[in-house]
């Protein structure tokens, strides 16, 4: 596996310097607070990425304000308790979009989030308590506990809420294999495995952090 500093030369060079890399990564910012992210907040962003998947982002974005009054601003405990009738007539509800297994996603989530609350307090306590030495495992607990949070939605939502944590895209799994970690998009156990070790033996390299790393990536192969 190659060294986080030969990544890092590598997109310096393809992108013309150190100073014009920089350009292309994100502010340094403060870590976010994830324990003080509301649940109603959390569930606004799964809906969010749910929709989104497959779909044309700006549409769930000009279609926003209707979600969030045909969604009660996302309370968690009132979509829990959606009846399938309910459900039935979110379906036909011109002001978002009628997709009704992901109307119906939007409960199966907010019981999510109640379980999880019953243990931890709120969701944000829950992502704050979860070590992203270990990102892969907090996918999978997404994947097999909520509704259609598998894959890059779920890594997307976890992004957006402010947990540390790679996007694979595709310009990230090549570059994954250009270092040798994996020698395909890694969606096994081993593979992600993998991944997810290369990670925690970057950071150490470069005390940056997942989603710097992740960029850095990129940009040595795109």
Same mark, same amino acid.
């Given at each position: 596996m190659q060294h986080?500093? !030969?990544i890092y030369e590598r997109a310096s060079a393809r992108k013309g310097g150190d100073q014009a890399l920089q350009g292309f990564l994100d502010p340094i910012r403060e870590p976010i607070d994830l324990a003080a992210l509301s649940d109603a907040e959390v569930l606004a962003e799964m809906t969010a990425c749910v929709f989104r998947a497959g779909f044309v982002w700006k549409v769930i974005t000009a279609k926003w304000p209707g979600?969030?009054?045909?969604?009660?601003g996302f309370d968690v405990t009132q979509c829990a308790m959606l009846s399938d009738e309910e459900i039935e007539e979110l379906s036909s509800n011109t002001d978002i979009v009628r997709h009704r297994t992901k109307i119906v996603s939007v409960r199966a989530n907010a019981l999510y989030i109640l379980d999880i609350r019953a243990e931890h307090g709120n969701f944000g306590t829950f992502l704050e308590s979860w070590p %992203? %030495?270990?990102f892969v495992g907090l996918w999978s607990h997404l994947k097999k506990n909520g509704s259609r949070l598998g894959g890059q939605t779920g890594r997307y939502c976890l992004r957006f809420l402010g947990y540390d944590t790679p996007i694979l895209s595709r310009d990230v799994v090549a570059a994954l294999i250009s270092?040798?970690?994996v020698d395909k998009e890694p969606t096994s156990k081993k593979g992600l495995a993998a991944t !997810?070790?290369?990670f925690n033996v970057w950071r150490e390299q470069s005390?940056? %952090?997942a989603r710097e790393i992740s960029r850095i990536l990129a940009l040595s192969v795109g």
């Open positions: 986080f500093d !030969q979600f969030e009054k045909a969604f009660d %992203s %030495s270990d270092a040798g970690v !997810q070790d290369a005390n940056r %952090s």
